[in-house]
């Protein structure tokens, strides 16, 4: 592999979220990337991510992911962390609730032979977030 994907996936969280920096995206993402996590009808590559993030900055106020670890297996590279923010906008079907959150995810990422992300999945704590909004 051309790249660090650990380094690579920082850059995804650090610089192009938690950053606001969408054109980090472009060197990061491959055209034919999927986010297997993402709304039904998503984009692929870096302007489906780009629209992902955007949906969460406006559900989430002062979004913010705060990365606990990574690893790395081959061309996968694991990332567990949690996301913050005050729930402004809806996300997940649920209207602003205006309560802080806290919501613990795992995201993998499958990376090209050019250290390209081409496949996003996550497993997340939907539950929990959902309790924390007010509606469980």
């Known amino acids: 592999m051309s790249r660090d994907v650990a380094h690579e996936t920082r850059r995804f969280w650090e610089d192009a979220f938690n950053g606001r920096d969408l054109s980090v995206l472009d060197d990061l993402i491959a055209d034919e990337y999927v986010n297997e996590a993402a709304l039904p009808g998503t984009a692929p590559g ?3 991510q780009a629209a992902v993030f955007q949906r969460l900055w ?3 106020r002062h979004a913010w ?3 606990a670890h990574v690893a ?3 061309d996968v590279s694991i990332c567990i962390g949690t996301m913050s923010g005050t729930h402004e906008g809806e996300l997940l079907g649920v209207p602003r ?3 802080r959150v806290e ?3 795992c995201h993998l990422m ?3 032979a050019d250290g390209r992300a081409i496949e996003h999945s996550a497993i997340r704590d ?3 977030l959902k309790r924390q909004m007010g509606v469980l």
Do not use: C, N, Y
Request: glycine share 16%; hydrophobic share 45%; net charge negative.
């Open 46 to 48: 870096p302007a489906g």
């Open 58 to 60: 406006a559900a989430l």
């Open 65 to 67: 992911f705060e990365i």
């Open 72 to 74: 790395v297996d081959g």
């Open 97 to 99: 609730s205006g309560r």
């Open 103 to 105: 919501w613990r995810m």
């Open 110 to 112: 499958r990376w090209d």
């Open 126 to 128: 939907d539950l929990g």
